[in-house]
């Protein structure tokens, strides 16, 4: 089933230089970028995109280094496009992420970890719309 998910270049990699050959990944694996953005987001605004983690221990270190620099949102669609981007992103820790994969590339530690990607259908109802409204995605 064709699928859209969200990505996001955090902004680890956006200042390390590696947006360019994130993108090139996603579109050598098929993903076809139906909208994107370079934005800085606040504290609040970080606070309210990972309102999920909001009692975790690394919640607010999370979203003061989300809010720390540009990030670069997409919205991203392929057959089976959240679980794919899943496993092309590789596991949060990347010390644990497969070779090949973005973070296993890219990814400094488990918070600054280069890329985001929605974990569900029920994540990208609540995700695309934050930063996109439906007539900004192609
Ligand atoms: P992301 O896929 O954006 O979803 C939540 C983010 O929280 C995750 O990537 C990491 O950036 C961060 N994160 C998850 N687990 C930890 C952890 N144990 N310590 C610090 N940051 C974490």
Do not use: C
Not at 2 to 13: F, G, H, Q, V, Y
Not at 64 to 82: D, H, Q, R
Not at 104 to 123: F, P, Q, R, T, W
Request: no cysteine; net charge negative; charged share 30%.
């Amino acid at each position: 089933m064709l699928e859209k998910t969200l990505s996001i270049i955090k902004p680890d990699a956006v200042k390390a230089g590696y947006s360019g050959k994130i993108i090139a990944i996603l579109e050598e694996n098929g993903f076809e970028i139906k909208a994107m953005k370079k934005i800085k987001l606040t504290k609040k605004q970080a606070e309210g995109f990972y309102i999920v983690h909001k009692d975790r221990p690394f919640y607010d270190s999370l979203t003061t280094f989300m809010s720390s620099g540009s990030i670069i949102v997409m919205v991203l669609e392929k057959e089976n496009a959240i679980a794919d981007y899943r496993e092309l992103m590789g596991a949060t820790d990347p010390s644990n992420a497969k070779p090949g994969t973005i973070r296993a590339l890219y990814a400094k530690n488990i918070e600054e970890n280069a890329v985001h990607g929605s974990d569900s259908k029920e994540s990208t109802d609540f995700e695309i719309p934050y930063f996109f409204s439906a007539l900004e995605i192609l």
